[in-house]
Nanobody, 126 residues
Framework: QVQLVESGGGLVQPGGSLRLSCVAS???????MAWFRQAPGKEREFVAA???????YFADSVKGRCTISRDNGKNTVYLQMNSVKPEDTAVYYC?????????????????????WGQGTQVTVSS
């Protein structure tokens, strides 16, 4: 069983930056780790993912503004987002997938992930 705990959310001004962290309770170095987000009244959507071999994927909406990284020694995955916009406002969730997918599209789907954190609220507003 893996437990995920996110942190780093809060209020950010438009154009600012944020860094989210997700700490896993178990050894997840062979897991794909991802960030999703869910705005009020909307479905949960993919933000970014990183596999255990270092393949990285981003949603088009954040490409060029986000980086995702992981520290396997600390069982932690990070999401750095720059030039944030009001439309980035959402609850951000960390997710972990135990399986390896040959189709990279799978990493952008909620069904691919076995474990989820409780989420951290990010609000972008002046």
């Amino acid at each position: 069983q893996v437990q995920l705990v996110e942190s780093g959310g809060g209020l950010v001004q438009p154009g600012g930056s944020l860094r989210l962290s997700c700490v896993a309770s178990g050894r997840t170095f062979r897991y794909a780790m991802a960030w999703f987000r869910q705005a009020p009244g909307k479905e949960r959507e993919f933000v970014a993912a990183i596999t255990w071999i270092g393949n990285i994927y981003f949603a088009d909406s954040v490409k060029g503004r986000c980086t995702i990284s992981r520290d396997n020694g600390k069982n932690t995955v990070y999401l750095q987002m720059n030039s944030v916009k009001p439309e980035d406002t959402a609850v951000y969730y960390c997710a972990a997938a135990a399986r390896l997918y040959s189709d990279s599209y799978m990493y952008s789907t909620t069904n691919a992930y076995d474990y989820w954190g409780q989420g951290t609220q990010v609000t972008v507003s002046s």
